[in-house]
């Protein structure tokens, strides 16, 4: 009698693996969508190391015109998003596919595919709204992709103070701070709408199992990527 | 008798505390504690790298995925440090 040790492997849902790569087909092509999003990224961000060692002046300094204490906010809430995104993802690997349930014993209830991604879906719209609160209030005190607005409390600022706030530079700054977070949260708006695509189409009819969920997999992918990229974004633009 | 290797997966929450730690520190790092501005700069890089690499790892599984997969996100970063190296390098010359 032959013994054969049947361990589930985890971190491998049971589909058929295309040929050579031996992932499935969606997973492959999300991954190589990442690695061209990668040099998407390189190319903004280079472009944006160039522009900013290179520039004439000096830079403004961190802090000086953004609000660095909101955007720390808005990193802890993606990567909250990042968190409940992969514990959707465990949640339904284990056939959890309810919103909450008791667990005798506990005193909090255990969450389900439908409730981490509803959370996931909710941080990365919070996400989203405070970037837009935030380029709302830059523009208003006059930071705009071509510098300081004539007449605003910035543009006094930067003249009582010019090296402070890179007064020399402030339309490469503009222009590049703009174009790098704009590129950023237009990703994350992205990834909110497909998981709400999702949220409605397929994991409230519950149609994902332990057996199928490429899906959640294949979204996690990218949403830890964009989560990924903010944080080196979080660090060169508002820390550095 | 064959025994497939098995993963056992991560403490997410452990990962999570993780990176709610180190970006408190780079926003004390940046603003509050007196180091040199170099230093800063290359400290400040090291952990955003760390934090990267934490979620690639851990939350995207590239930990436990096999290696032909980790190839395709691993070949553009030389691609990608030779295209930021030409452009500054152009810059410079």
Redesign the interface.
């Given at each position: 009698m032959t013994h054969a040790t049947q361990a589930l492997d985890q971190m491998r849902p049971p589909y058929p693996a295309e040929p050579g790569s031996g992932v499935y087909s969606n997973k492959l092509g999300m991954w190589v969508f990442l690695a061209s999003d990668v040099m998407f990224f390189t190319a903004l961000i280079g472009s944006y190391i160039v522009l900013r060692f290179g520039a004439p002046g000096e830079w403004a300094r961190p802090g000086a015109v953004l609000n660095v204490p909101l955007t720390g906010l808005n990193t802890f809430l993606l990567i909250c998003s990042s968190v409940s995104m992969v514990k959707a993802y465990a949640a339904i690997a284990d056939g959890k596919k309810y919103f909450l349930r008791k667990v005798p014993g506990k005193r909090l209830q255990d969450g389900g595919l439908k409730f981490w991604l509803l959370i996931t879906i909710i941080c990365g719209a919070g996400f989203v709204s405070v970037q837009v609160v935030e380029y709302i209030k830059l523009v208003g005190h006059g930071f705009t992709p071509a510098g300081y607005r004539e007449g605003s409390l910035l543009a006094e600022h930067a003249a009582a103070d010019p090296i402070k706030y890179g007064l020399t530079v402030a339309g490469l700054y503009g222009s590049s701070f703009f174009t790098m977070t704009g590129f950023h949260g237009f990703h994350v708006t992205c990834g909110v709408i497909s998981m709400l695509y999702l949220y409605f189409t397929k994991v409230l009819p519950e149609k994902y199992s332990p057996q199928d969920y490429r899906g959640i997999e294949v979204i996690g992918l990218y949403w830890h990527f964009v989560d990924l990229v903010w944080i080196i974004l979080f660090t060169i633009v508002y820390l550095i | 008798?064959?025994?497939?290797?098995?993963?056992?997966?991560p403490n997410?929450?452990l990962?999570?505390l993780y990176?709610?730690v180190m970006?408190i520190a780079?926003?004390l790092?940046?603003?509050e504690l007196p180091v040199a501005r170099n230093l800063k700069?290359i400290l400040?890089?090291i952990?955003?790298?760390w934090?990267?690499m934490l979620?690639?790892l851990f939350?995207?599984?590239l930990k436990?995925?096999?290696w032909?997969?980790r190839l395709?996100?691993i070949?553009?970063?030389p691609?990608?440090a030779i295209?930021?190296t030409t452009?500054?390098m152009e810059?410079v010359w």
């Open positions: - | 008798m064959t025994t497939p290797t098995t993963h056992v997966r997410y929450m990962i999570w990176l709610f970006t780079e926003v790092l940046a603003f700069l400040l890089l952990l955003a790298i934090k990267a979620v690639a939350f995207m599984h436990f995925e096999r032909r997969l395709i996100f070949v553009p970063l691609l990608a295209l930021v452009v500054i810059k």
